[in-house]
């Protein structure tokens, strides 16, 4: 299959790439660094678990809005003014949070994150993609997404480093600022990319192209395989640690293999073909969920392993087949299925915990206590877990056999414009 590089002029294509690479690290710290420190944000200003949750709240609130927002004014405002405002809310979050004083002003903060957050998703998605084309897009993709598992890995060392060296939690915040910097510094003066397909700029094309079957069933797949990435990881420590199994050393390893196949994903998309990738993902991905919903001790590490490698390529692969199978719907098209990705996993969250509480009272009623009971409530959830990748293997077995034969997209792209967007 083609691999190609748009390198038009006056485009500097491995600065802006390098660039978008360091917004995503700012948005995996903000991610970790910020998880880190929740406990001596509720002890220093008295803050209860549920206005820990509203606080969580407010950041993935603040990223689906920015990431349609920036998907419908892309083509007419362009990416580097989108990551301006990134950068612009991503300093005022990170100094609100500073001097919050209390509850209300990390609410505000937590959003202004959040929104910074969804501008680097909405501005270097589509941006990426019209710098690349093919497997040479999909390759870049994932490694433009291996920085988000790679960051909170950085993010998460640091923060634990930090706490127990006994530096204030506003010290960890100021080093959320540092890739901020560094991308501020390597976008400004650059020229951005212009559109590669022909027609994409037009907003009424862009809804056309979203009504088509095809995007309507990724965007539906979308939801399933972002809870199945997220769902676990924000359950699976509570989970495992009545397990014998260290979380801090399960989420180390999810994260770590999850960067390193993103690293490495170019022949594996070249080999497997994108639709190949995702349902080996969706059957990866229930091995995974169905070890950990059964499995204890040392077994859960090989459950990591089975999981990371399930979901490293569902969020970049998904962006990667709209960008390439469905061109015209545009950096609409992939700032919504990455926007309903965000909210799946906002909405699922009570249903999921609503499950554990159900299988909590079920079991305690069987007899069970402590440990035991919360493993065994934990475990049965995650099996209720699995419903997700069933169904996507299901889903992406039919759209392995519909797109076999389609040529893709990226064949018959036409350039808009040589010029770049200054």
Not at 70 to 80: A, F
Not at 174 to 188: E, G, K, N, S
Request: hydrophobic share 50%.
């Amino acid at each position: 299959m083609a691999q190609s590089v748009f390198q038009q002029p006056g485009v500097n294509n491995n600065r802006l790439f390098l660039a978008s690479c360091f917004a995503l690290i700012t948005t995996a710290f903000s991610f970790s660094i910020r998880a880190g420190i929740l406990p001596q944000l509720g002890t220093e200003f008295g803050l209860t678990a549920e206005q820990l949750g509203f606080i969580n709240l407010m950041f993935f609130f603040g990223f689906p809005i920015s990431m349609i927002i920036g998907g419908l004014v892309y083509h007419s405002v362009g990416p580097k003014r989108i990551m301006m405002v990134a950068f612009v809310t991503h300093t005022l979050g990170i100094l609100l949070t500073i001097y919050s004083g209390g509850y209300t002003g990390l609410l505000i903060s937590t959003f202004f994150i959040g929104f910074g957050n969804g501008c680097t998703e909405a501005a270097c998605n589509p941006m990426i993609a019209d710098m690349y084309s093919g497997m040479k897009m999909n390759k870049m993709l994932n490694r433009f997404h291996m920085w988000f598992p790679g960051g909170i890995v950085i993010g998460s060392l640091v923060s634990k480093f930090m706490t127990d060296a006994g530096l204030p939690w506003q010290a960890q915040i100021w080093v959320i600022m540092i890739p901020t910097l560094i991308y501020a510094f390597l976008y400004f003066g650059q020229a951005f990319p212009q559109p590669r397909v022909a027609g994409v700029t037009s907003l009424s094309r862009n809804f056309s192209a979203m009504l088509t079957p095809l995007y309507l069933f990724i965007f539906g797949c979308m939801a399933l395989t972002a809870i199945t990435e997220f769902g676990p990881q924000q359950w699976v420590g509570l989970i495992m640690s009545n397990s014998g199994a260290s979380p801090m050393l399960i989420l180390a390893l999810v994260t770590g293999l999850m960067a390193v196949g993103r690293f490495f994903a170019g022949p594996v998309v070249h080999k497997l073909d994108q639709t190949g990738v995702l349902l080996g993902s969706a059957v990866f991905a229930t091995i995974g969920i169905y070890l950990f919903s059964t499995q204890t001790g040392a077994m859960a590490y090989v459950a990591a392993i089975f999981f990371a490698i399930g979901v490293c390529y569902f969020w970049p692969t998904m962006i990667g087949f709209v960008a390439e199978r469905v061109p015209l719907s545009g950096a609409l098209g992939m700032s919504i299925v990455g926007g309903v990705g965000m909210f799946s996993t906002a909405i699922f969250q009570p249903i999921i915990g609503k499950w554990i509480d159900t299988a909590r009272a079920g079991n305690a009623a069987a007899g069970l206590t402590g440990n035991t009971l919360e493993l065994a409530a934990g475990q049965a959830t995650l099996m209720k877990m699995t419903t997700f990748p069933i169904i996507l293997i299901v889903a992406f077995t039919i759209l392995w056999f519909v797109m076999r034969n389609r040529k893709p997209s990226y064949a018959d792209d036409t350039l808009v414009a040589q010029q770049p967007q200054l």
